[in-house]
């Protein structure tokens, strides 16, 4: 091909490589809208996140001394206050949850989207980048809109990389410090991001830079204090202690950066590593200290949750919020570069170079596209969820649900602690409350607390068998109310005290 023919190729590209970003975003925003309101979990854990709104509506504190009655997550508590914020103008339920995370996935995308349109001034590069995080939409957990807190962490962090990136003045380094402490009370991650800003304020403008780190110490440390006072010491045992005490999955120190990164994002990493490149061996070097530093923090702190036990996809969403900024920013510089080559116009080596960046661009966007239908709970689903509903209401008693959160609770039944939050306890090192929880647990299982126990997995059988009869299975269909994403599990055996199981059959 001559020099026009690349042209012409690589304008058919360029439009369907921004039709492709555009997609996506268009796609996300259609399968949220369409699941937003479905009353049951898209993801296993989301109803224990709703009944840790009901206490705070209920004016009852969320961190306290674990028992099977209630056991609190491992998170600072904003994303749960603010959800029941929204929950106190709507209703209960999954919805004022899935609000508060599809409300930041959209003011994340638009903080992309301005970052890189500020960093280049190209609405395409901007476009471009927005349409590379929605397109990790599915490899990131399909996570943007449950009623989980890591979006809105997410959108928090962003916020304060944009106000140390464009405004440099003495308020935005307060502002900054405000947002990068809101990220960490949303999840604790944000303290590994907020090391690599605040070194980055004490690079170029030390004197500032104590306003920054001065505002954070103060949010976060006060925050800490007064939250641990508040909860009598249990706040600080589950946000720091807790999830300290958890192993390190070894593996993943090489996995996440070939399986989480290059594996899925090849070539929208290798042209962000480039770019990172020649912005810090160049003459742009303060910029490229700061995209640097600012790679360092989001992928750093993603790196950090795959590492622990029981790091799902959703660890990697502020990997993939940055790594779409540096893309886009990349991708208009690299563009620019070679159609300024040589000097007074492209020749053909030239032309050859930006035709073949769009088409390997092309591809690795095309080659993140999914099914959007499996993305979306369907009737059968529904259909389920409610005749599991159904039979809780039939049960003359309290019910035992320790992997679902709420939905005992439209069953008019009491919600206990979910599975996770217990695990994650037995998890750590406090051998006495340990032996506590499983000494709990045991008690009212023997007791026969419980009229009803719905279990996920077989392996419980055993040890339910000698004071409860299994009934039978939850489910007939054997495809229907398995969660969208995460761990694919569901209530599948009924059990009932084994003096009331003829009763019940």
């Known amino acids: 091909m001559n020099t026009s023919s690349y042209h012409r190729y690589t304008k058919l590209l360029r439009f369907g490589l921004l039709a492709l970003g555009i997609l996506f975003v268009v796609v996300y925003v259609v399968v949220a809208l369409l699941r937003i309101g479905y009353p049951f979990e898209l993801e296993w854990i989301e109803g224990s996140g709703v009944d840790h709104v009901q206490r705070i509506l209920d004016g009852t504190h969320l961190y306290v001394r674990p028992s099977i009655e209630f056991t609190p997550f491992l998170y600072t508590p904003l994303y749960f206050y603010v959800s029941a914020a929204v929950a106190k103008l709507i209703g209960i339920g999954f919805v004022p949850l899935r609000l508060v995370s599809f409300a930041a996935s959209l003011g994340s995308l638009a903080i992309i989207h ?5 960093e280049t001034g190209s609405l395409y590069a901007a476009w471009l980048a927005g349409g590379t995080f929605a397109a990790t939409f599915r490899i990131g957990g399909a996570w943007f809109d449950i009623a989980r807190p890591d979006m ?68 976060i440390g006060g925050s800490t204090w007064l939250l641990d006072r508040i909860h009598n ?18 593996a993943r120190y090489i996995f996440f950066w070939i399986n989480d990164l290059l594996h899925p994002l090849p070539v929208v990493c290798v042209v962000a590593i480039m770019y990172l490149l020649l912005r810090i061996f160049g003459l ?26 029981g790091g799902y996809l959703n660890t990697l969403l502020p990997a993939y919020a940055f790594i779409s900024i540096l893309f886009g920013v990349a ?22 170079s930006v035709f073949l960046l769009y088409f390997v661009c092309t591809v690795q966007m095309a080659g993140l596209l999914y099914n959007p239908a499996r993305q979306i ?20 008693g309290e019910v035992y649900l320790p992997a679902h959160g709420f939905l005992p609770t439209y069953a008019g039944k009491k919600p206990y602690a979910h599975v996770t939050a217990v695990h994650d306890l037995l998890r750590g090192k406090d051998m006495e409350l340990k032996a506590m929880m499983i000494e709990e647990l045991k008690e009212a299982i023997h007791q026969k607390r ?11 059988i055993v040890e339910l068998s000698k004071d409860y009869r299994l009934v039978g299975r939850v489910f007939s269909d054997y495809q229907a109310f398995w969660p969208v994403t995460g761990l694919e599990i569901r209530p599948e055996f009924l059990f009932v005290p084994k003096e009331d199981a003829t009763t019940q059959e």
């Open 114 to 118: 301005n970052m890189v349109k500020r």
């Open 152 to 219: 809105l962490f997410v959108f928090f962090a962003l916020l304060a990389i944009y106000t140390i990136r464009f405004y440099d003045v003495w308020w935005a380094y307060v502002l900054a410090g405000i947002f990068i402490s809101l990220s960490f009370l949303t999840k604790q991650t944000a303290l590994i991001i907020a090391v690599p800003i605040a070194l980055y304020c004490v690079i170029i403008n030390w004197r500032r830079a104590v306003l920054f780190i001065g505002t954070t110490a103060i949010i």
């Open 233 to 250: 010491g249990w706040y600080r045992f589950y946000v720091f202690e807790v999830p300290s005490e958890h192993y390190i999955l070894k």
């Open 284 to 309: 742009a070097r303060r910029e490229g200290i700061f995209y640097l530093l600012m790679a360092m923090g989001m992928i750093g702190a993603a790196w950090s949750g795959r590492l622990h036990s």
């Open 331 to 352: 991708f208009y510089h690299v563009v620019g570069y070679f159609q300024g080559q040589p000097p007074g116009g492209q020749d053909e080596a030239s032309a050859l």
């Open 377 to 396: 709970p369907t009737r059968a689903d529904r259909e389920a969820g409610w005749q599991l509903v159904n039979m809780m209401k039939g049960i003359d």
């Open 450 to 460: 419980f009229k009803a126990i719905f279990i996920d997995k077989d392996e419980f």
